[in-house]
């Protein structure tokens, strides 16, 4: 119980201070100091976008926003001078004598709520946007982890859960309890066989009457729904892995069939080659210059993170920054201070 108290505490010290910085940024942006700082644009990452339902324990809320917040940031980016262009042509702007910055959209994973509520959205604000597709959960065969975990947790009080030395009983019972949990076993996937403490997870869910497959079918687009999503030419596909592991911790071989094997996924879809790959989570353990070279190799011309900048004439075309719409400080104030870059500035490493 201790424990997860901390956790509470020091997630509600780092979301008070990420806070701090965007206002503070927000004023900066406002006063047009470091008016450098956005360099020639960005590209946004988001994941769900659907109408906010409460929920008592949410530790994915950071993954949502709202259409109208959608809506309101397209406004207020194109209000402060940012013009929007598709990710194929990334490459293009960062080489032409058109200094007004650029913004890109994606979102990641192909989430049924891409196609109802953020499509109308883009076709309205006339802004072209990439989807991410995650070829296992289009065919059904593979599972997301972090939301078949926050339906377990939810609905127990204590589950029994193997971190490789044998079941043992986690509390679940009070929200604090909850996010230790779910801070604990996240950390385990992310520690060593994703694949597998992903299988034992998904035992684990069975155990309680969860079907992590039936989740993945209720919450991401199949073949049909992203041919619906393509019939808007503001929108396209991208590849984002068969499985949705972290492709720094797989091998050699395995890091390049998944990545072939997600691209043929598209290709299949769509009739031709996507150009733009994301790695799945995107952060710097998740991510090396291996798998730089490969996606490169495999004839990508773009490839996103998830950390965080501003895009320069100098970016590396397949280590690029991306900026979180965090469903968590859904603003338009923040909004500015995101678009103004100056938040790279001040925690070049953290912010967004």
């Given at each position: 119980?201790?424990?997860?108290?901390?956790?509470?505490?020091?997630?509600?010290?780092?979301?008070?201070?990420?806070?701090?910085?965007?206002?503070?940024?927000?004023?900066l942006?406002r006063?047009?100091?470091l008016?450098?700082?956005?360099?020639?644009?960005?590209?946004?990452?988001?994941?769900?976008?659907?109408?906010?339902?409460?929920?008592?324990?949410?530790?994915?809320a950071?993954?949502?926003?709202?259409?109208?917040f959608?809506?309101?940031?397209?406004?207020?980016?194109?209000?402060?001078?940012?013009?929007?262009?598709?990710?194929?042509?990334?490459?293009?702007?960062?080489?032409?004598?058109?200094?007004?910055?650029?913004?890109?959209?994606?979102?990641?994973?192909?989430?049924?709520?891409n196609?109802?509520?953020?499509?109308?959205?883009?076709?309205?604000?006339?802004?072209?946007?990439?989807?991410?597709?995650?070829?296992?959960?289009?065919?059904?065969?593979?599972?997301?982890?972090?939301?078949?975990?926050?339906?377990?947790?939810?609905a127990c009080?204590?589950?029994?859960?193997?971190?490789?030395?044998?079941?043992?009983?986690?509390?679940?019972?009070?929200?604090?309890e909850?996010?230790?949990?779910?801070?604990?076993?996240a950390?385990?996937?992310?520690?060593?066989?994703?694949?597998?403490?992903?299988?034992?997870?998904?035992?684990?869910?069975?155990?309680h009457?969860?079907?992590?497959?039936?989740i993945?079918?209720?919450?991401?687009?199949?073949?049909?729904?992203?041919?619906?999503?393509i019939?808007?030419?503001?929108?396209?596909?991208?590849s984002?892995?068969?499985?949705?592991?972290a492709?720094?911790?797989?091998?050699d071989?395995?890091?390049?069939?998944?990545?072939?094997?997600?691209?043929?996924?598209?290709?299949?879809?769509?009739?031709?080659?996507?150009?733009?790959?994301?790695?799945?989570?995107?952060?710097?353990?998740?991510?090396?210059?291996?798998?730089?070279?490969?996606?490169?190799?495999?004839?990508?011309?773009?490839?996103?993170?998830?950390?965080?900048?501003m895009?320069?004439?100098?970016?590396n075309?397949?280590?690029?920054?991306?900026?979180?719409?965090n469903?968590?400080?859904?603003?338009?104030?923040?909004?500015?201070?995101?678009?103004?870059?100056?938040?790279?500035?001040?925690?070049?490493?953290?912010?967004?």
């Amino acid at each position: 119980m201790k424990q997860g108290f901390a956790g509470l505490v020091r997630y509600h010290v780092k979301r008070t201070a990420i806070t701090g910085g965007l206002e503070a940024a927000h004023l900066l942006a406002r006063t047009r100091l470091l008016g450098e700082a956005r360099g020639r644009g960005a590209i946004f990452t988001l994941h769900h976008v659907r109408p906010k339902v409460r929920r008592a324990f949410d530790p994915n809320a950071h993954l949502e926003i709202t259409p109208e917040f959608l809506e309101e940031a397209i406004v207020t980016l194109r209000r402060d001078g940012y013009r929007f262009v598709p990710l194929e042509e990334l490459s293009a702007c960062l080489g032409s004598a058109d200094t007004r910055p650029f913004a890109c959209f994606t979102l990641d994973d192909g989430y049924r709520n891409n196609l109802d509520h953020a499509l109308p959205v883009f076709e309205r604000q006339d802004v072209p946007f990439t989807v991410f597709v995650t070829a296992g959960y289009v065919d059904r065969t593979h599972t997301l982890w972090w939301e078949t975990l926050a339906d377990l947790l939810s609905a127990c009080r204590t589950i029994r859960f193997d971190f490789g030395t044998g079941a043992e009983n986690v509390a679940s019972e009070s929200l604090a309890e909850k996010q230790a949990a779910f801070n604990r076993i996240a950390a385990f996937v992310h520690a060593g066989d994703e694949a597998r403490a992903v299988a034992s997870l998904n035992r684990a869910a069975g155990r309680h009457g969860i079907d992590p497959l039936a989740i993945t079918e209720r919450l991401t687009l199949d073949e049909a729904g992203l041919r619906n999503l393509i019939r808007s030419p503001l929108a396209s596909l991208g590849s984002h892995m068969i499985s949705h592991r972290a492709l720094a911790r797989l091998g050699d071989r395995e890091a390049r069939r998944e990545i072939s094997g997600s691209a043929e996924r598209v290709e299949a879809i769509t009739g031709r080659r996507p150009s733009s790959f994301a790695y799945p989570y995107g952060d710097r353990p998740a991510v090396s210059p291996r798998d730089h070279r490969l996606v490169a190799d495999l004839g990508f011309a773009v490839a996103v993170t998830t950390q965080p900048g501003m895009l320069s004439d100098a970016a590396n075309l397949h280590a690029l920054p991306r900026i979180s719409l965090n469903g968590r400080f859904q603003a338009a104030r923040y909004v500015t201070a995101l678009g103004s870059g100056i938040p790279f500035r001040i925690f070049p490493r953290g912010a967004g």
